[in-house]
């Protein structure tokens, strides 16, 4: 009796949420696993056979180079704010964030015209007599796109470990007599490598899971290898081991950081005595300033200038009810999504509280798997679930109505909203995640002893307490949802479009001057709760443990 209780008292409302969420995750994976057992076919012979080495060596050196480069300026550009004065540092601070708020395949179009044949770059440069060789739509091209739209994630991330660090460490390693490169590269470096690490692995999963810019490239990666299987060659088996292939390429990235990582430690428990920002020489300021600000024109202002200039030969055309359609369907999708995908982590953070031990970290890994499969691969996954479960329940369809369909859930709203809650769900855990930890437990613990349910005590005691982590969440899980493409393409209801996908259909029919106003929109709207939340105000929290 005593253990029934206990088992009671243990699946609760937050266990039997978890349980769901986990199964959520686990379903879309499991199926792709399954699937691999059946006959391959002849479409997966001719693309292992001629198309498979290129398309993983492709993927390989787009991630190594795209993984360095975001890594180095994430952690300059952080640096660079954090302990120097110079001209323009708050603003940069916050702005260098927005590259964030503009899809990767927005920049892709927008470069790759410009710097077409005739296009407003080659232009300019042909005044001064200049004519450039630079082929924009390669390799290297996309390379470049996706450093200067996500090297954010590692600077925020960055930057916030800065902000933590102890000037003990620092002032013990100047006593010791060592040089400001050496303290750089012996204590400041070694204590930033779990962010570092962290926001370069969230820099390459996302490169994985692009379609927008390689397929507008025409780049032959892992990813649009699976459209083309997919759309081109109709075959779901090619589709699927190619989605496999891509999985282990992702699982192995994870593994060789955790192998290099070994044992060691990287955290302190120093009290965290600020680092005071010094006031470099004239000289080292303006070059600091002049970096930065030339980084932030060519990642967001230049971009945003020639959507601006599009937008205004083409608003005549663009701003009427499609529009207005196109901005309802994607927010009403996006605010609806996001929701669900909060209110599900914020049960399983919930479910996790005052649990330890290993079984813990294996359900929690498991539960927020979903943002390491690529989107690609995940809508891949969701759409063969979806197909399995209208096939079950076709029976109770025709129960219900004698004219009903055999796909019901296949190519819904439920299914693509169940693909971004699965996508989503680990960054809004961790966003909530680290709003407990701030606040302990305490306050908790304190209704709990005076006999407040569960659930209660989550709404009375701990929403008030972690409400900043739940705007965080919501932002950041909104904004992802808005610029989605590769699920959006796969798994949206027929004739039904939003600002992503129109974008992209414009771009993929040369209409670029079109796509601007979509495009603006999309960037307005991440660039505002961008703004929000760098500039939330925090005073009131509490921090007990």
Same mark, same amino acid.
């Given at each position: 009796?005593?253990? $029934?209780?206990?088992?009671?008292?243990?699946?609760?409302?937050?266990?039997?949420?978890?349980?769901?969420?986990?199964?959520?995750?686990?379903?879309?994976?499991?199926?792709?696993?399954?699937? *691999?057992?059946?006959?391959?076919?002849?479409?997966?012979?001719?693309?292992?056979?001629?198309?498979?080495?290129?398309?993983?060596?492709?993927?390989?050196? +787009?991630?190594?180079?795209?993984?360095?480069?975001?890594?180095?300026?994430?952690?300059?550009?952080?640096?660079?704010?954090? &302990?120097?004065?110079?001209?323009?540092?708050?603003?940069? /601070?916050?702005?260098?964030?927005?590259?964030?708020?503009?899809?990767?395949?927005?920049?892709?179009?927008?470069?790759?015209?410009?710097?077409?044949?005739?296009?407003?770059?080659?232009?300019?440069?042909?005044?001064?007599?200049?004519?450039? /060789?630079?082929?924009?739509?390669?390799?290297?091209?996309?390379?470049?796109?996706?450093?200067?739209?996500?090297?954010?994630?590692?600077?925020? *991330?960055?930057?916030?470990?800065?902000?933590?660090?102890? !000037?003990?460490?620092?002032?013990?390693?100047?006593?010791?007599?060592?040089?400001?490169?050496?303290?750089?590269?012996?204590?400041?470096?070694?204590?930033?490598?779990?962010?570092?690490?962290?926001?370069?692995?969230?820099?390459?999963?996302?490169?994985?899971?692009?379609?927008? =810019?390689?397929?507008?490239?025409?780049?032959?990666?892992?990813?649009?290898?699976?459209?083309?299987?997919?759309? &081109?060659?109709?075959?779901?088996?090619?589709? =699927?081991?190619?989605?496999?292939?891509?999985?282990?390429?992702?699982?192995?990235?994870?593994?060789?950081?955790?192998?290099?990582?070994?044992?060691?430690?990287?955290?302190? %428990?120093?009290?965290?005595?600020?680092?005071?920002?010094?006031?470099?020489? @004239?000289?080292?300021?303006?070059?600091? /300033?002049?970096?930065?600000?030339?980084?932030?024109?060519?990642?967001?202002?230049?971009?945003?200038?020639?959507?601006?200039?599009?937008?205004? +030969?083409?608003?005549?055309?663009?701003?009427?009810?499609?529009?207005?359609?196109?901005? =309802?369907?994607?927010?009403?999708?996006?605010?609806?999504?996001?929701?669900?995908?909060?209110?599900?982590?914020?049960?399983?953070? %919930?479910?996790? &509280?005052?649990?330890?031990?290993?079984?813990?970290?294996?359900?929690?890994?498991?539960?927020?798997?979903?943002?390491?499969?690529?989107?690609? =691969?995940?809508?891949?996954?969701? $759409?063969?679930?979806?197909?399995?479960?209208?096939?079950?329940?076709?029976? *109770?369809?025709?129960?219900?109505?004698?004219?009903?369909?055999?796909?019901?859930?296949?190519?819904?709203?439920?299914?693509?909203?169940?693909?971004?809650?699965?996508?989503? $769900? !680990?960054?809004?855990?961790?966003?909530?995640?680290?709003?407990?930890?701030?606040?302990?437990?305490?306050?908790?613990?304190?209704?709990?002893? *005076?006999?407040?349910?569960?659930?209660?005590?989550?709404? @009375?005691?701990?929403?008030?307490?972690?409400?900043?982590?739940?705007?965080?969440?919501?932002?950041?899980?909104?904004?992802?949802?808005?610029?989605?493409?590769?699920?959006?393409?796969?798994?949206?209801?027929?004739?039904?479009?939003?600002? !992503?996908?129109?974008?992209?259909?414009?771009?993929?029919?040369?209409?670029?001057?079109?796509?601007?106003?979509?495009?603006?929109?999309?960037?307005?709207? /991440?660039?505002? $709760?961008?703004?929000?939340?760098?500039?939330?105000?925090?005073?009131?929290?509490?921090?007990?443990?």
């Amino acid at each position: 009796m005593h253990k $029934m209780k206990r088992l009671c008292r243990q699946w609760d409302i937050f266990g039997v949420g978890s349980a769901v969420a986990l199964l959520f995750v686990l379903a879309p994976l499991a199926t792709i696993a399954l699937y *691999l057992f059946s006959p391959p076919s002849d479409a997966w012979a001719h693309v292992r056979e001629h198309l498979l080495r290129r398309s993983v060596v492709n993927t390989a050196l +787009l991630i190594f180079s795209v993984a360095a480069l975001s890594g180095v300026i994430g952690l300059l550009g952080a640096y660079a704010t954090s &302990r120097y004065e110079f001209f323009g540092r708050k603003k940069l /601070s916050w702005m260098l964030i927005l590259p964030l708020g503009v899809p990767s395949y927005i920049v892709a179009y927008m470069y790759a015209d410009m710097f077409s044949h005739t296009g407003s770059a080659t232009r300019f440069l042909r005044r001064f007599g200049i004519e450039h /060789s630079l082929e924009v739509m390669s390799l290297p091209g996309a390379t470049f796109v996706f450093v200067i739209t996500l090297f954010p994630y590692v600077y925020l *991330l960055v930057q916030s470990a800065l902000k933590r660090q102890s !000037a003990s460490f620092l002032e013990s390693a100047k006593l010791l007599g060592a040089s400001p490169v050496r303290r750089f590269f012996t204590v400041v470096l070694p204590l930033l490598r779990p962010a570092l690490v962290a926001g370069t692995l969230l820099v390459v999963l996302e490169t994985l899971s692009d379609y927008g =810019v390689v397929s507008y490239f025409n780049v032959r990666v892992l990813s649009l290898s699976i459209f083309d299987a997919w759309f &081109r060659l109709g075959d779901v088996d090619a589709a =699927v081991r190619i989605s496999a292939v891509m999985l282990l390429l992702v699982f192995a990235v994870i593994f060789v950081e955790r192998f290099l990582r070994g044992r060691r430690r990287y955290g302190f %428990n120093a009290s965290p005595r600020p680092i005071p920002r010094v006031k470099p020489s @004239k000289a080292k300021r303006i070059a600091i /300033s002049l970096s930065l600000w030339l980084f932030f024109g060519i990642a967001f202002l230049v971009p945003l200038g020639q959507l601006l200039y599009y937008a205004y +030969l083409s608003y005549d055309g663009a701003l009427g009810m499609n529009t207005l359609y196109l901005v =309802v369907n994607t927010l009403s999708l996006a605010l609806a999504s996001t929701l669900l995908t909060v209110l599900v982590a914020l049960i399983l953070a %919930n479910f996790a &509280r005052g649990r330890s031990g290993n079984a813990k970290r294996a359900f929690l890994k498991l539960s927020t798997l979903g943002y390491a499969v690529p989107g690609a =691969v995940l809508a891949i996954a969701v $759409m063969l679930v979806s197909l399995r479960l209208d096939g079950w329940l076709h029976p *109770l369809y025709r129960f219900a109505s004698s004219e009903s369909g055999r796909l019901i859930l296949t190519g819904s709203l439920l299914m693509l909203g169940f693909a971004f809650l699965v996508r989503f $769900m !680990a960054i809004a855990f961790n966003a909530i995640e680290a709003s407990y930890d701030k606040v302990g437990d305490s306050y908790t613990e304190a209704s709990r002893t *005076l006999g407040v349910s569960k659930l209660k005590t989550l709404v @009375k005691v701990d929403l008030p307490l972690i409400r900043f982590g739940l705007i965080s969440a919501f932002i950041i899980v909104f904004i992802d949802i808005l610029k989605e493409l590769p699920i959006t393409l796969i798994l949206s209801p027929s004739n039904y479009e939003t600002l !992503a996908s129109q974008v992209h259909r414009y771009a993929r029919e040369e209409m670029l001057q079109e796509s601007s106003v979509p495009s603006l929109i999309i960037i307005a709207i /991440s660039s505002v $709760m961008i703004y929000f939340l760098t500039h939330m105000k925090k005073e009131g929290v509490p921090n007990v443990r």
